[in-house]
Nanobody, 127 residues
């Protein structure tokens, strides 16, 4: 059974950092592009970043460019989202997802492009 599990969320002050992890079980993550999404209360789930299966191609939403970095360690079957210079507006539940494609598709920010989702991890940015 294909399963994704996020971890690393928590409470952090504005300007702080967190690193989220997305671990895979039941399948080898090496072959698949992985997207990170977030959903704040009362808002739509939005795509934050995506990384190709090789790690050679990455995409970011404009709102996080220059602050967030996506990476992967296929030996550990894990994808990471390093979040720096966090702002209160980054507060959300963060999810990782895959559609079992090797590349980030043209519409990578659309949630309906992804069939497999983790349960999410809460990130709260507050003083």
């Amino acid at each position: 059974q294909l399963q994704l599990v996020e971890s690393g969320g928590g409470l952090v002050q504005p300007g702080g950092s967190l690193r989220l992890s997305c671990a895979a079980s039941g399948f080898t993550l090496d072959y698949y592009a992985i997207g990170w999404f977030r959903q704040a209360p009362g808002k739509e789930r939005e795509g934050v970043s995506c990384i190709s299966s090789s790690g050679g191609y990455t995409n970011y939403a404009d709102s996080v460019k220059g602050r967030f970095t996506i990476s992967r360690d296929n030996a550990k079957n894990t994808v990471y989202l390093q979040m720096n210079s966090l702002k209160p507006e980054d507060t959300a539940v963060y999810y990782c997802a895959t559609d079992r494609a090797a590349i980030c598709l043209a519409h990578w920010r659309r949630r309906d492009e992804y069939a497999y989702w983790g349960q999410g991890t809460q990130v709260t940015v507050s003083s």
